[in-house]
Nanobody
């Protein structure tokens, strides 16, 4: 079973930036398309961005296009989410997981956008 540990969240002002990281255990990370998800208070978890196993193709939910960038380093079993021009509505707990057939969820990392 793959274990996922997200980090890099914090409190940031609108317009600021954060870089999230996700460390995955095991040896299968590089074989899977990965994704970042987020869950805001009182809302369902939503898909934010995806990346193919080799990193050649990415997708984004419309609300973050042009502001967020997903990337991965298969040699280090890590996934990243660069978040720029953050908005109040980006406040949520952010999770990483496999895009298809997700593994057990990690604890997530809290991102709070506030002035």
């Amino acid at each position: 079973q793959v274990q996922l540990v997200e980090s890099g969240g914090g409190l940031v002002q609108p317009g600021g930036s954060l870089r999230l990281s996700c460390a995955a255990s095991g040896r299968v990370f590089s074989k899977y398309a990965m994704a970042w998800y987020r869950q805001a208070p009182g809302k369902q978890r939503e898909l934010v961005a995806t990346i193919t196993s080799g990193g050649s193709s990415t997708t984004y939910v419309d609300s973050v296009k042009g502001r967020f960038s997903i990337s991965r380093d298969n040699a280090k079993n890590t996934l990243h989410l660069q978040m720029n021009s953050l908005k109040f509505e980006d406040t949520a707990v952010y999770y990483c997981n496999a895009y298809h057939n997700p593994w057990a969820w990690g604890q997530g990392t809290q991102v709070t956008v506030s002035s």
